[in-house]
């Protein structure tokens, strides 16, 4: 397996393989997705092996044109249509209706799929040439950080992926914002790039779903996700962390507020900077899981709906492993 840059030929080549039921790792503009052929499977089997994800967990299909959701969804709610005129291409993924040419194993056996349209440019032109819906969860191992580069890709599936196609840094750096609009209704199953106040905007109203732990109705809704192997704890503002001279201590930085730590990495020099700290979050992560350190320190963030989406992601990674 190597990294190959995001020629046109190499996006030829990469849609071959899914044709094929290989699998292909892929830049978007949130992470880096996994994909697999939607329709297939075998193919599909490759991903819940390759990320060791269990199989109550659904995927997310991306596509590269709307009109592809007439054979994937049983109708297309007002408020799906109205988002997705609105959002995608785009960080959003919505919930719909299945019909019976999406296999049981993508939703986990539920009668609903979750679908989204990449705004990233190899993303777009990878499912455009492949002509086929691509299931793609985050293209790591389950339960882990999310890779915003090819390089977080390699590092961690190195043996598991056929091809990855370098798109560069991913733009947002957390994942899509998760829309329920089985019902008719907009409920926010996780948050994301597209804020409440985006979809609220769109839709006159936003429900908020509750996590549903045992069978999960999208992707992202367990307790523990988005992890380093390091121990993550988030502090209290103006909290100061009690920490053993021999520790090893990672630190994430957001603002001016720091702490004593061996290796330290800045998010934003602006707390305010959501946008910023989001899209470097999983890259730090990264640095800091590779230091040997005995734990990581953040401060809780509070703000806007993107700050409460990063929060999401920092508590789930912080919270412990069953």
């Known amino acids: 397996m190597a990294i190959?840059?995001?020629?046109?030929?190499?996006i030829k080549k990469a849609a071959e393989?899914?044709?094929?039921?290989?699998?292909?790792?892929?830049?978007?503009?949130?992470?880096?997705?996994?994909?697999?052929?939607?329709?297939?499977?075998?193919?599909?089997?490759?991903?819940?092996?390759?990320?060791?994800?269990?199989?109550?967990?659904?995927?997310?299909?991306?596509?590269?044109?709307?009109y592809q959701l007439s054979d994937l969804v049983k109708e297309i709610p007002d408020v799906a249509l109205d988002l997705a005129e609105a959002y995608w291409p785009g960080p959003l993924t919505l919930v719909f209706k299945k019909t019976d040419l999406i296999p049981s194993l993508i939703t986990s056996g539920l009668d609903t799929v979750a679908i989204r349209m990449p705004a990233?440019?190899?993303?777009?032109?990878?499912?455009?040439?492949?002509?086929?819906?691509?299931?793609?969860?985050?293209?790591?191992?389950?339960?882990?950080?999310?890779?915003?580069?090819?390089?977080?890709?390699?590092?961690?599936?190195?043996?598991?992926?056929?091809?990855i196609l370098d798109g560069g840094e991913c733009?947002?750096?957390?994942?899509?914002?998760?829309?329920?609009?089985?019902?008719?209704?907009?409920?926010?199953?996780?948050?994301g790039g597209i804020s409440a106040e985006d979809i609220r905007r769109v839709t006159g109203s936003v429900q908020f779903g509750k996590a549903v732990l045992e069978r999960p109705l999208a992707p992202g809704q367990l307790a523990s996700h988005y992890a380093p192997n390091t121990k993550l704890m988030i502090l209290k503002s103006g909290e100061v962390p009690n920490i053993a001279d021999s520790a090893k201590v990672g630190f994430l930085q957001m603002g001016s507020t720091s702490i004593e730590a061996t290796e330290i990495e800045v998010l934003s020099e602006n707390e305010?900077?959501?946008?910023?700290?989001?899209?470097?979050?999983?890259?730090?992560?990264?640095?800091?899981?590779?230091?040997?350190?005995?734990?990581?320190?953040?401060?809780?963030?509070?703000?806007?709906?993107?700050?409460?989406?990063?929060?999401?992601?920092?508590?789930?990674a912080a919270a412990k492993r069953s």
């Not at 002509?131 to 191992?141: L, R």
């Not at 979050?281 to 709906?305: M, P, Q, T, W």
Request: hydrophobic content about 40%.
């Open 171 to 191: 733009d947002w750096g957390i994942e899509s914002t998760i829309v329920d609009c089985s019902s008719g209704e907009a409920i926010l199953l996780r948050q």
């Open 120 to 163: 990233h440019p190899l993303a777009l032109g990878l499912l455009s040439e492949a002509q086929i819906p691509v299931a793609a969860p985050s293209a790591n191992p389950f339960g882990y950080l999310s890779p915003t580069s090819a390089e977080h890709v390699f590092s961690q599936l190195e043996n598991e992926v056929d091809i």
């Open 272 to 316: 305010q900077d959501f946008k910023s700290i989001a899209h470097n979050l999983f890259s730090a992560l990264h640095r800091l899981d590779s230091k040997g350190l005995d734990v990581i320190y953040v401060y809780e963030l509070e703000g806007n709906d993107l700050a409460s989406a990063i929060m999401d992601r920092l508590l789930k």
């Open 4 to 10: 190959f840059r995001g020629t046109e030929e190499n």
């Open 17 to 66: 393989h899914l044709k094929n039921d290989n699998l292909v790792a892929f830049a978007t503009e949130t992470v880096y997705g996994l994909g697999a052929n939607a329709l297939s499977p075998p193919a599909c089997e490759k991903i819940f092996k390759a990320k060791k994800r269990p199989k109550y967990d659904p995927l997310i299909v991306h596509i590269a044109e709307i």
